[in-house]
């Protein structure tokens, strides 16, 4: 059974800073790996997908890598901002031949100015 | 295009009680999922519908749940003689093409067991 751990569980960072939110997953066979955000109470937004066969993916300043042979992906937030205060959780699908994703609980990230 | 649309976003019920939820997906996407999200934990997978047809089913989903997507559009979900456990977020989530595609989510329906 795939299983999705993310560390740290909280973060609380000064605007401005760079910082990197770590997800680890114990079955690499994995379709797809992807970063959403959850705003208190409302529903989860996509940020990026990484397909098995790539190794990054980028928005804005937001970039995503994926290392599938070790069960890891980090989330890098440049210059952050409050407005980024939200929780960031990793999903990951294709195990088992199911494309159901499994989530982790998430980070939870305040950035206070 | 409005997004994924759920109703109610609030219910508060009564042990023993029935509630039902429904959810809009995205317009032409065919699939839609359902999730359960308590406080602290990522979402969990309950039901997913490709069409009208129920594909998946959690262990989760014991027999006091029903979902149905009897047209292929709008799916609602029942939960019979709720219990204090049952209190949650439910969220749903619908997508196109490939089943591996980005889920585009709704707001949630939060519901609260007394």
């Known amino acids: 059974k795939q299983e999705v751990t993310q560390i740290p569980a909280a973060l609380s960072v000064p605007e401005g800073e760079n910082l990197v939110l770590n997800c680890s997953f114990t079955?690499?066979?994995?379709?797809?790996l992807q970063w959403f955000r959850q705003d208190p109470g409302k529903g989860l937004t996509s940020l990026l997908l990484?397909?098995?066969?790539?190794r990054e993916q980028t928005s804005g300043r937001l970039n995503a890598s994926l290392d599938k042979s070790s069960g890891r992906s980090t989330l890098y937030i440049a210059a952050s901002q409050p407005g980024d205060s939200a929780t960031y959780l990793c999903?990951?699908?294709?195990?088992?031949?199911?494309?159901?994703?499994?989530f982790g609980r998430g980070t939870s990230l305040i950035v206070h100015p | 295009d409005t997004g994924v649309s759920q109703d109610p976003r609030h219910k508060i019920t009564k042990r023993g009680q029935n509630v039902t939820f429904r959810c809009d997906p995205i317009?032409?996407?065919?699939?839609l999922y359902w999730y359960r999200q308590t406080l602290g934990q990522g979402p969990e997978f309950l039901t997913y519908?490709?069409?009208?047809?129920?594909?998946?089913k959690s262990r989760l989903l014991s027999d006091r749940f029903s979902a149905e997507r009897p047209k292929g559009s709008f799916s609602t979900l029942e939960i019979q003689r709720t219990e204090q456990g049952d209190s949650a977020m439910y969220l749903c989530?619908?997508?196109?093409?490939?089943?591996?595609?980005?889920?585009?989510f709704g707001p949630g329906t939060r519901l609260l067991v007394l």
């Open positions: 989530a619908s997508s196109f093409g490939h089943p591996g595609e980005t889920q585009y």
């Open positions: 079955d690499s066979a994995i379709y797809n």
């Open positions: 990484i397909q098995s066969s790539q």
């Open positions: 999903a990951v699908s294709g195990t088992g031949g199911s494309y159901i994703p499994t």
């Open positions: 317009s032409e996407h065919n699939r």
């Open positions: 519908f490709q069409n009208e047809a129920q594909l998946e």
